[in-house]
């Protein structure tokens, strides 16, 4: 028989259909089913095929501990694979396909993999890939040879290509209490959390929040469980200090009580609302955090323990209960607990025939005994499960005699009928995130399972998580935790607690967590990790948990172990021959379940940085200007006209500026109020030269050094009254400089009183270069004269253009006259334009970022190409701008040992001697042999070519430069295939005397 | 001659937009004072300068961090250990400001150009500012009035509460047009209205 | 990691920058003792346990911080400004900020 829907029951919508495709095939369930109950409620049974020997495996458990029915949902092109069957919630035009399989599920080549056991074994790829293999294959070249089939037999689910289009977002949370898990427990933390006044986040996993509360038989408080968590939800949301997060996994504990959870918004929807992000991450800083997480029930390990058909004994109740199916219709148990028999007294209310109760144990207590009479069902005690029968799903099951204290099988095999088989090794409390939070768990002998340990943050644990495994004690621990997590003081004892009758179970299991038979037994399902391979990587060393787990990769798959982990640990330490305690647990640590890529990048996906726009941004985009960016800023590359090249379109643009004006955006220079009656003192102190003999109305070029001597950046500084003056740096050295002034001023010099402010983006700036540019202002510039007197070089005026204050100031980097005018932001645009029409008459040209710097290349400028954090100001010949009579930052260190002397990298012009272009990055050296290009002398930092010397050029840093000036060399660049003849010249390539600056 | 040109104007679209089915969840504006200006004392003179700010303005800026006071028309709040960001719809308030307070006193910076101001208002606006910054803005943790300093990733912002349920943010120009579309991005599950 | 910045208030590290050890001493700006300088330079502690710091609320109110932080446990046991002379003014009020 297959599994299939029950008649009735369950907190499905029976009323509606909702259709989805499985492989290909159509299939139909209701509102409030998973995956995993729609399918088994059609009858399916094989989700998949396994890991390593892909055998055919089907739905394990219901929740988030799946680690077999993983599957793959496409969205258009765009495939999401490894999600669990039990955690996905069908939607119509849901469509999913099964992993690991080829050609098809029912029928898998790969399956032969598992006549090939040894091969798989644990450290297989270690042992096989990493030894020394003799001939052409040694060594990783046969890993290399054989990666791409075993990628193609081993792994889960594939990888896709497209892009995701979906949306994600993150958010911010702040709250006084967070309780994670809104089962009883934690339902009644939230509640009283929340009666203190408390700012409280409930978050649950599930779509459905309730816990066992909805799938359990009990009553609460005088309702059926169900109801009573329906009648809690109702009345929380209803208060303004409770947000209530459903489908949202907590998934990391960070320091300081933040934490990190994934909300899965728009999965279940057939169509997301305009706006709605897929999922959401939410970054929670809370007071202090009730833990309700829960248990999670864990299996036996017996040979044949992955059949389809053998499930959690929890799973199937909650099947039954939650989703109205029947995993079977005729169940045997299989257990070492009394918990379980109530798993099969709700089968057996559902329908199904519960034939056989296998217990581990001799002996079971009075209320286990009549469970298994209402059920109708023999119980064989002390008995075992030894094998298991079927091909894609179970048709039976072995027993035999066991022995629970030595673990021996003895006596003879009974077979016993069964579509499934229902198994419970007891439970562990899901206590990740009390381990990512700190402290090691420490071991319950009692219940024989990993408890939370202290806590090392505010937080604190109630319910199955803490051990609390009967309703009416997690009931009792919510309230209490509700109440500690809000800072009440106040005992106000018993009121409040909801009845729920305490059962009488032994909520101990068996210390059993194995049956040794012949075959594979899984411990790690998604991994296949078995028993045997536990045992083997003891045998080889491996004693240590966090060594077993990387060895054989147990608990290493997207389950993280959650199924597998204790099993694992208790195996590992019957080899060993320790108590489980002595042997510990691998530290958890976050994500607690796999959390999107999209939702961790969220805002920042599809632009990665914020695009930073100068005042004339849209002016050069309309004006046809390729866009390039330098740090955030975008700025012109070349405003290129039709059919030109990059390189066409600069030389143009630099031959109109030598030989008339040109106009160019020096927005993006870093600009810095340096304010106060210490300004001066101040730059003196940071720059190589001194500012406080600067006039007011002046500017001056400085150049910094960092503490240690070697050069930083350079600008002008304008003196723009007495205590007021205005830093320029370069664009990308912005942010750094003014951290290291702020640094200065907070933490070296505090008794100086300057204020530092950027404001970089305050000012609009054009540079305006050429033989006619003081034509241009003097034709649009009022308030002020431009002569030659009034703004003699390095000058400052005030005046307006067109009714917009601008500043002024007579500067040069290209060479020519030129004047750099400074207008607010907001007026950039206008002011630039303006001087446009004003320049139309001498044929004003726009330049772009090519033109400034073959324009700079050629007056032997050095920018951060240069300025590399591996020059000094002498190998830049900028020694003139060092002072000698007052110390600055770097000065103590600028002429260390090895700082100065022969062998420096110095500052040379190149010139090319083939007429081809040079490259960036190319190394200078002298062998003319070009097939063994050694000993670089240098290399090249800046290139272009120069319309001035019609010649490509190239500024570079070559050893004792100077003194090779008029010799020749090479440049060799072998990963551009570029090799040819230079001569080593001064980098003032034109007009070394200035005469043209002057006009 | 022309008005200041706002760096928002090529992706400004009036209007409501996003999941309006709840009405527009925020409103979204660019207040576009003609006076931002920073004030900053040096130790021991904030007193002076607080007191200057409100001779200048009217506005009496509470002691304490991020402390600040909004009107209709002005605003002035705490961004850093002893200073201050001072803002007026209207125009010469640096002048005004400057005319106050020497260079023994502190000093006075015009940022009226370099900063833009965006005002989020409405019942969503916690809620989409949540999306951007990880800032409490709950009504305890930031009263009206009061300001903070913070960053969404690369982009620093100035924020000042100037209702129960209003802000006024203060970002660099430069990055003022990218950080509005991230905005726009971030208030469309809720609907936003562009006025 | 959370630092409590004494003007803003609680704030996630990605808002600071890190500079470095706090507490060296800047040899005289004319000194030239070179070993001096290279301890100013160079030198740093690298403890295992309580040390500290300097970090830039760079992200804020751009102060710097003097943080003592265990670098073992990131347990921050005490923040003040690097500027604490006059200082007092503007702290976050007790219990304003979270």
């Given at each position: 028989?297959?599994?299939?829907?029950?008649?009735?029951?369950?907190?499905?919508?029976?009323?509606?259909?909702?259709?989805?495709?499985?492989?290909?095939?159509?299939?139909?369930g209701h509102?409030?089913?998973?995956?995993?109950?729609?399918?088994?409620?059609?009858?399916?049974?094989?989700?998949?095929?396994?890991?390593?020997?892909?055998?055919?495996?089907?739905?394990?458990?219901?929740?988030?501990?799946?680690?077999?029915?993983?599957?793959?949902?496409?969205?258009?092109?765009?495939r999401?694979p490894?999600?669990?069957?039990?955690?996905?919630?069908?939607?119509?035009?849901?469509?999913?396909?099964?992993?690991?399989?080829?050609?098809?599920?029912?029928?898998?080549?790969?399956?032969?993999?598992?006549l090939?056991?040894?091969l798989?074994?644990?450290?297989?790829?270690y042992?096989?890939?990493?030894g020394?293999?003799?001939?052409p294959?040694?060594?990783?070249?046969?890993?290399?040879?054989c990666?791409?089939?075993?990628?193609?037999?081993?792994?889960?689910?594939?990888?896709?290509?497209?892009?995701?289009r979906s949306?994600?977002?993150r958010?911010?949370?702040?709250?006084?209490?967070?309780?994670?898990?809104?089962?009883?427990?934690?339902?009644?933390?939230?509640?009283?959390?929340?009666?203190e006044?408390?700012?409280v986040?409930?978050?649950?996993?599930?779509?459905?929040?309730?816990?066992?509360?909805?799938?359990?038989?009990?009553?609460?408080d005088?309702?059926?469980?169900?109801?009573?968590?329906?009648?809690?939800?109702?009345?929380?949301s209803?208060?303004?200090?409770v947000?209530?997060l459903?489908?949202?996994?907590v998934?990391?504990?960070?320091?300081?009580?933040?934490?990190?959870?994934?909300?899965r918004?728009?999965?279940?929807?057939?169509?997301?609302?305009?706006?709605?992000?897929?999922?959401?991450?939410?970054?929670?800083?809370t007071?202090?955090?009730?833990?309700?997480?829960?248990?999670?029930?864990?299996?036996?390990v017996f040979?044949?323990n992955?059949?389809?058909?053998?499930?959690?004994?929890a799973?199937?109740?909650?099947?039954a209960?939650?989703?109205?199916?029947?995993?079977?219709?005729?169940?045997?148990?299989?257990?070492?607990?009394?918990?379980?028999?109530?798993s099969?007294?709700a089968?057996?209310?559902?329908?199904?025939?519960?034939?056989?109760?296998?217990?581990?144990?001799?002996?079971?207590?009075?209320?286990?005994?009549?469970?298994?009479?209402?059920?109708?069902?023999?119980?064989?005690?002390?008995?075992?499960?030894?094998?298991?029968?079927?091909?894609?799903?179970?048709t039976?099951?072995?027993?035999?005699a066991f022995?629970?204290k030595?673990?021996?099988?003895?006596?003879?095999?009974?077979?016993?009928?069964?579509?499934?088989?229902?198994?419970?090794?007891?439970?562990?409390?899901?206590?990740?995130?009390?381990?990512?939070a700190?402290?090691?768990?420490?071991?319950?002998?009692?219940?024989?399972?990993?408890?939370?340990?202290?806590p090392?943050?505010?937080?604190?644990?109630?319910?199955?998580?803490?051990?609390?495994?009967?309703?009416?004690e997690?009931?009792?621990?919510?309230?209490?935790?509700?109440?500690?997590?809000?800072?009440?003081?106040?005992?106000?004892?018993?009121?409040g607690i909801?009845?729920?009758?305490?059962?009488?179970?032994?909520?101990?299991?068996?210390?059993?967590?194995?049956?040794?038979?012949?075959?594979?037994?899984f411990?790690?399902?998604?991994?296949?990790?078995?028993?045997?391979?536990?045992r083997?990587a003891?045998?080889?060393?491996?004693?240590?948990v966090?060594?077993?787990?990387?060895?054989?990769?147990?608990?290493?798959?997207?389950?993280?172990?959650?199924?597998?982990?204790?099993?694992?640990?208790a195996?590992?330490a019957?080899?060993?021959?320790?108590?489980?305690?002595?042997?510990?647990?691998?530290?958890?640590?976050?994500?607690?379940?796999?959390v999107?890529?999209?939702?961790?990048?969220?805002?920042?996906h599809?632009?990665?940085?914020?695009?930073?726009l100068?005042?004339?941004?849209?002016?050069?985009?309309?004006?046809?200007?390729?866009?390039?960016?330098?740090?955030?800023?975008f700025?012109?590359?070349?405003?290129?006209?039709?059919?030109?090249t990059v390189?066409?379109?600069?030389?143009?643009?630099?031959?109109?500026?030598?030989?008339?004006?040109?106009?160019?955006?020096?927005?993006?220079?870093?600009?810095?109020?340096?304010?106060?009656?210490?300004?001066?003192?101040?730059?003196?102190?940071v720059?190589?030269?001194?500012?406080?003999?600067?006039?007011?109305?002046k500017?001056?070029?400085?150049?910094?050094?960092?503490?240690?001597?070697?050069?930083?950046?350079?600008?002008?500084?304008?003196?723009?009254?007495?205590?007021?003056?205005?830093?320029?740096?370069?664009?990308?050295n912005?942010g750094?400089?003014?951290?290291?002034?702020?640094?200065?001023l907070?933490?070296?010099?505090?008794?100086?009183?300057v204020?530092?402010?950027?404001?970089?983006?305050?000012?609009?700036?054009?540079?305006?270069?050429?033989?006619k540019?003081?034509?241009?202002?003097?034709?649009?510039?009022?308030?002020?004269?431009?002569?030659d007197?009034?703004?003699?070089?390095?000058?400052?005026?005030?005046?307006?253009?067109?009714?917009?204050?601008?500043?002024?100031?007579?500067?040069?980097?290209s060479?020519?006259?030129?004047?750099?005018?400074?207008?607010?932001?907001?007026?950039g645009?206008?002011?630039w334009?303006?001087?446009?029409?004003a320049g139309?008459?001498?044929?004003?040209?726009?330049?772009?970022?090519?033109a400034?710097?073959?324009?700079?290349?050629?007056k032997g400028?050095?920018?951060?190409?240069?300025i590399?954090?591996?020059t000094t100001?002498?190998?830049?010949?900028?020694?003139?701008?060092?002072?000698?009579?007052?110390?600055?930052?770097?000065s103590?260190?600028?002429?260390?040992?090895?700082?100065?002397g022969?062998?420096?990298?110095?500052?040379?012009?190149?010139?090319?001697?083939?007429?081809?272009?040079?490259?960036?990055g190319?190394?200078?050296?002298?062998?003319?042999?070009?097939?063994?290009?050694?000993?670089?002398?240098?290399?090249?930092?800046?290139?272009?070519y120069?319309?001035?010397l019609?010649?490509?050029?190239?500024?570079?840093?070559?050893e004792?430069?100077k003194?090779?000036r008029?010799?020749?060399?090479?440049?060799?660049?072998?990963?551009?295939?570029?090799?040819?003849?230079?001569?080593?010249?001064s980098?003032?390539?034109?007009?070394?005397?200035?005469?043209?600056?002057?006009? | 001659m022309?008005?200041?040109?706002?760096?928002?104007?090529?992706?400004?679209?009036?209007?409501?937009?996003?999941?309006?089915?709840?009405?527009?969840?925020?409103?979204?504006?660019?207040?576009?004072?003609?006076?931002?200006?920073?004030?900053?004392?040096?130790?021991?003179?904030?007193?002076?300068?607080?007191?200057?700010?409100?001779a200048?303005?009217?506005?009496?800026?509470p002691?304490?961090?991020?402390?600040?006071?909004?009107?209709?028309?002005?605003a002035?709040?705490?961004?850093?250990?002893?200073?201050?960001?001072?803002?007026?719809?209207?125009?010469?308030?640096?002048a005004?400001?400057?005319?106050?307070?020497?260079?023994?006193?502190?000093?006075?910076?015009?940022?009226?150009?370099?900063?833009?101001?965006?005002?989020?208002?409405?019942?969503?606006?916690?809620?989409?500012?949540?999306?951007?910054?990880?800032?409490?803005?709950?009504?305890?943790?930031?009263?009206?009035?009061?300001?903070?300093?913070?960053?969404?990733?690369?982009v620093?912002?100035?924020?000042?509460?100037t209702?129960?349920?209003?802000?006024d943010?203060?970002?660099?120009?430069?990055?003022?047009?990218?950080?509005?579309?991230?905005?726009?991005?971030?208030?469309?599950?809720?609907?936003?209205?562009?006025i | 990691m959370?630092?409590?910045?004494?003007?803003?208030g609680?704030r996630?590290?990605?808002?600071?920058?890190?500079?470095?050890?706090?507490?060296?001493r800047?040899?005289?700006p004319?000194?030239?003792?070179?070993?001096?300088?290279?301890a100013?330079?160079?030198?740093?502690?690298?403890?295992?346990?309580?040390?500290?710091?300097?970090?830039?609320?760079?992200?804020?109110?751009?102060?710097?911080?003097?943080?003592t932080?265990?670098?073992?446990?990131?347990?921050?046991?005490?923040?003040?400004?690097?500027?604490?002379?006059?200082?007092s003014?503007g702290r976050?009020?007790?219990?304003a900020?979270?």
């Amino acid at each position: 028989m297959s599994p299939r829907r029950t008649p009735d029951g369950g907190r499905i919508d029976r009323s509606r259909q909702v259709r989805f495709t499985f492989d290909g095939t159509s299939y139909s369930g209701h509102p409030g089913d998973t995956l995993a109950s729609a399918l088994l409620a059609n009858g399916v049974t094989l989700f998949g095929r396994s890991f390593k020997y892909h055998r055919p495996r089907g739905v394990m458990t219901a929740g988030i501990d799946e680690p077999n029915a993983l599957v793959t949902v496409l969205e258009g092109d765009v495939r999401e694979p490894n999600i669990p069957a039990t955690m996905l919630e069908i939607r119509d035009g849901l469509t999913v396909v099964s992993q690991n399989r080829y050609p098809s599920l029912a029928f898998d080549l790969g399956a032969i993999n598992g006549l090939a056991g040894r091969l798989f074994s644990a450290g297989f790829y270690y042992k096989t890939f990493m030894g020394p293999v003799i001939g052409p294959l040694k060594g990783t070249r046969f890993w290399m040879f054989c990666e791409w089939f075993i990628r193609r037999a081993a792994g889960l689910g594939r990888a896709g290509h497209a892009a995701d289009r979906s949306r994600y977002e993150r958010v911010n949370a702040f709250c006084d209490v967070l309780v994670v898990g809104a089962g009883p427990a934690g339902l009644m933390a939230a509640r009283a959390a929340a009666d203190e006044g408390r700012r409280v986040i409930l978050a649950d996993l599930d779509a459905r929040p309730g816990g066992s509360a909805n799938w359990s038989d009990e009553t609460i408080d005088g309702m059926a469980a169900p109801e009573w968590v329906a009648t809690m939800l109702a009345e929380l949301s209803g208060r303004d200090n409770v947000r209530i997060l459903p489908r949202t996994t907590v998934w990391g504990y960070y320091d300081d009580n933040t934490l990190a959870a994934l909300e899965r918004v728009t999965d279940h929807k057939a169509k997301p609302e305009t706006g709605e992000p897929r999922h959401r991450t939410w970054t929670i800083r809370t007071g202090s955090v009730v833990l309700a997480t829960g248990a999670l029930e864990r299996p036996m390990v017996f040979p044949g323990n992955d059949r389809p058909g053998v499930m959690l004994a929890a799973a199937a109740e909650r099947y039954a209960s939650e989703f109205g199916v029947l995993v079977g219709e005729r169940a045997v148990l299989f257990t070492n607990n009394d918990r379980a028999y109530r798993s099969a007294a709700a089968l057996a209310r559902a329908g199904a025939k519960i034939g056989t109760i296998v217990d581990v144990r001799d002996t079971v207590s009075a209320a286990a005994q009549r469970l298994a009479s209402e059920c109708g069902a023999e119980l064989l005690t002390g008995r075992a499960v030894v094998a298991t029968e079927g091909r894609s799903r179970l048709t039976g099951v072995t027993v035999r005699a066991f022995d629970a204290k030595s673990g021996a099988v003895s006596g003879d095999a009974r077979n016993l009928a069964a579509d499934c088989l229902l198994v419970s090794g007891g439970w562990s409390p899901a206590l990740h995130l009390a381990s990512q939070a700190g402290a090691k768990p420490r071991w319950d002998a009692a219940l024989q399972a990993f408890l939370p340990p202290e806590p090392t943050q505010n937080w604190v644990a109630a319910g199955a998580v803490a051990g609390a495994y009967t309703t009416a004690e997690a009931l009792r621990q919510g309230l209490e935790a509700g109440r500690r997590a809000a800072g009440s003081s106040d005992d106000r004892g018993e009121i409040g607690i909801p009845l729920a009758a305490d059962d009488e179970l032994d909520p101990a299991p068996a210390p059993v967590f194995e049956i040794r038979a012949d075959g594979k037994a899984f411990v790690d399902h998604q991994h296949d990790v078995t028993a045997d391979d536990v045992r083997l990587a003891h045998r080889e060393g491996f004693v240590s948990v966090e060594h077993l787990k990387r060895y054989t990769t147990l608990g290493m798959a997207t389950d993280q172990g959650k199924t597998s982990n204790v099993p694992g640990m208790a195996i590992m330490a019957a080899a060993v021959g320790k108590p489980v305690e002595e042997v510990g647990t691998t530290r958890f640590r976050p994500p607690f379940a796999p959390v999107s890529l999209g939702s961790l990048a969220a805002e920042r996906h599809g632009h990665l940085k914020p695009e930073r726009l100068t005042p004339m941004h849209d002016w050069h985009v309309a004006g046809g200007a390729t866009m390039m960016t330098a740090g955030l800023w975008f700025r012109p590359q070349v405003y290129g006209q039709p059919g030109e090249t990059v390189e066409q379109a600069y030389v143009r643009e630099a031959k109109a500026v030598r030989g008339s004006v040109g106009i160019v955006d020096v927005s993006t220079l870093g600009k810095i109020a340096v304010q106060g009656p210490d300004a001066a003192e101040f730059l003196d102190r940071v720059y190589t030269n001194t500012f406080s003999t600067l006039p007011v109305g002046k500017a001056r070029y400085g150049l910094m050094l960092r503490e240690d001597g070697f050069a930083f950046d350079d600008g002008t500084t304008w003196r723009l009254g007495e205590t007021e003056f205005l830093m320029t740096t370069t664009t990308v050295n912005a942010g750094k400089v003014m951290q290291h002034l702020e640094y200065l001023l907070d933490v070296v010099w505090p008794d100086l009183r300057v204020h530092l402010t950027s404001v970089t983006d305050e000012w609009a700036g054009a540079a305006l270069s050429g033989p006619k540019a003081r034509q241009v202002l003097e034709a649009c510039v009022t308030g002020t004269a431009v002569d030659d007197a009034t703004l003699p070089f390095m000058g400052i005026v005030r005046g307006e253009i067109d009714g917009a204050p601008v500043t002024i100031c007579r500067l040069s980097f290209s060479g020519e006259l030129a004047y750099e005018i400074y207008c607010g932001a907001g007026y950039g645009t206008h002011v630039w334009e303006t001087l446009i029409a004003a320049g139309r008459p001498f044929g004003i040209v726009p330049y772009g970022l090519e033109a400034l710097g073959a324009l700079r290349i050629e007056k032997g400028h050095v920018t951060g190409a240069e300025i590399d954090g591996r020059t000094t100001a002498r190998d830049l010949h900028l020694d003139w701008m060092l002072s000698k009579k007052k110390p600055f930052v770097g000065s103590a260190m600028m002429d260390r040992e090895g700082m100065t002397g022969p062998g420096r990298l110095e500052l040379v012009g190149v010139v090319s001697l083939d007429g081809r272009p040079l490259n960036g990055g190319a190394h200078i050296v002298e062998n003319a042999n070009p097939a063994a290009p050694r000993d670089s002398i240098g290399h090249v930092t800046s290139v272009c070519y120069s319309p001035a010397l019609r010649r490509y050029i190239a500024l570079a840093l070559v050893e004792d430069g100077k003194a090779r000036r008029g010799t020749r060399a090479f440049v060799s660049d072998p990963v551009r295939n570029r090799f040819g003849p230079v001569e080593l010249v001064s980098h003032h390539f034109f007009d070394p005397e200035g005469k043209r600056l002057h006009g | 001659m022309a008005e200041p040109l706002s760096p928002l104007q090529p992706v400004w679209r009036p209007g409501r937009h996003g999941n309006l089915s709840g009405g527009a969840g925020v409103v979204l504006s660019e207040t576009r004072p003609a006076s931002i200006v920073q004030v900053a004392a040096w130790p021991g003179s904030e007193r002076a300068v607080i007191a200057a700010i409100r001779a200048a303005t009217g506005l009496a800026v509470p002691d304490g961090a991020g402390g600040g006071v909004a009107t209709a028309t002005k605003a002035a709040f705490g961004i850093a250990p002893g200073r201050f960001l001072v803002v007026d719809q209207a125009e010469g308030l640096e002048a005004e400001l400057r005319g106050r307070i020497d260079a023994r006193t502190g000093s006075v910076t015009g940022l009226s150009h370099g900063r833009t101001a965006i005002r989020v208002d409405g019942p969503k606006a916690e809620w989409v500012l949540a999306k951007l910054f990880a800032i409490d803005f709950g009504l305890t943790a930031l009263p009206a009035g009061s300001g903070v300093a913070t960053q969404h990733h690369d982009v620093l912002a100035q924020i000042q509460r100037t209702g129960a349920v209003r802000f006024d943010l203060y970002v660099f120009r430069s990055l003022a047009r990218s950080f509005w579309q991230t905005l726009c991005h971030s208030a469309e599950d809720v609907g936003y209205e562009v006025i | 990691m959370l630092i409590t910045c004494p003007y803003c208030g609680p704030r996630d590290v990605s808002e600071y920058t890190y500079q470095g050890e706090a507490g060296r001493r800047r040899p005289d700006p004319a000194s030239a003792d070179r070993a001096a300088w290279d301890a100013y330079v160079y030198d740093r502690l690298n403890p295992a346990g309580e040390h500290s710091e300097l970090w830039q609320h760079s992200g804020g109110c751009r102060s710097h911080l003097v943080v003592t932080r265990n670098t073992l446990t990131h347990v921050i046991s005490s923040v003040a400004f690097t500027r604490e002379a006059g200082r007092s003014h503007g702290r976050r009020g007790k219990g304003a900020r979270r």
